[in-house]
């Protein structure tokens, strides 16, 4: 890892619920002036979210102004993001402490953010973001990953971000944000993208780095369905001359491929898929099928890895993704490239490459 950014791979290890919501209150704890969270599944139970909770009550105890947006409602049938469960008792017990809360619509599309901004342009500022959910079962059955980036700069943008929706609770609006290239304390290279407002850069991004790979392309993702980055994929492995490998979430892609299947105009992305997955050897995850009550054991982990480029952060290389609000950072950093294609190697190996 380098001295600015930190990764911690979720069900990789045996971590438990309790020792991601110590690393969670542990980053909270460091905030002086602000601290701004926007997450889309909310529902922490037990000694968990007795830990988050402190967390937040002690920053505002020393003066921080904290606040939390998540998403409300859901619009039904989208196959890559379950609803959400939001513990409104948890809110309101938050809320009791001085947090300002605020929900975003998710109807049509999600707030599917999962961020913290920690004081934005002055240190200790930083972000953690990543895939994960704060739920006791996403920090305890799912495949995710947390990182955090220690920069005033990044902080800076992703409080751009959180403003937007703040000010604005309109998801289509949100996003709108052309980041450059950035550089950390340690010389790597960042490059945040938001959506919806970049979605359409950022997956065209991700099939550059993939189409121009010479080496390796590694994927973790619950699902693969993004036009640019299918087509391009499915033509990298066609050629052969790059080592491509991957994991999926394989309930969350039955789902899509029934999708597909009642629509002509998809049928070229079943071909695409059924060709990379023939050609490449991926890794597939029989979770459990949602349902109200029902575990939640996806593979939920978001990281593309391309050379020594990785993307990562709360966006599934999905179609529905480039509309919902999403973030991920572009690294390139051949340390943070080899730490995260072996574990998606890793949670591949577990699941049955094909």
Known sequence: ??????????????????????????????????????????????????????????????????????NQDHPGGIADSVPPEIDWAFVDQLKSFGVDTKPIPGVPDLMHHKYVVRDAGTPPAGVLTGSTNWTNDSWNREENVIFTIASPDVAAIYKQNFEELWQNPVVALSG????????????????????????????????????????????????????????????????????????????????????????????????????????????????TPYAIGSVHDFMHAKILVADDYVYCGSFNLSHSGEQNAENVVQIESHVVAEICAAYIDRVAARYGRH
Request: glycine letters at 8%; aromatic letters at 8%.
């Open 1 to 70: 890892m380098t001295p600015s950014l930190d990764f911690y791979f979720l069900s990789d290890g045996g971590q438990t619920s309790d020792v991601v919501a110590q690393r969670i209150a542990s980053f909270l704890d460091g905030a002086t002036t602000t601290l701004d969270v926007a997450i889309y599944d909310l529902r922490l139970q037990t000694s968990p979210g007795a830990a988050v909770l402190a967390a937040f009550q002690a920053a505002v105890k020393r003066g921080v102004h904290v606040r939390l947006m998540f």
């Open 176 to 287: 709108r944000i052309s980041t450059p290239w950035l550089a950390l304390a340690d010389s790597t290279r960042v490059r945040p993208y938001f959506c919806p407002g970049r979605g359409l850069k950022l997956v065209h991004a991700m099939a550059r780095s993939i189409a121009s790979a010479q080496r390796r392309i590694r994927i973790c993702s619950p699902v693969l369905t993004s036009g640019p980055v299918l087509g391009t994929l499915a033509e990298v492995v066609e050629h052969g001359r790059v080592d491509v490998s991957g994991v999926y979430d394989a309930t969350q892609m039955d789902q899509v491929n029934r999708q597909w299947s009642a629509q002509p105009s998809t049928a070229w992305k079943i071909a695409a898929f059924h060709s990379i997955i023939a050609g490449a050897q991926f890794g597939s995850k029989r979770s």
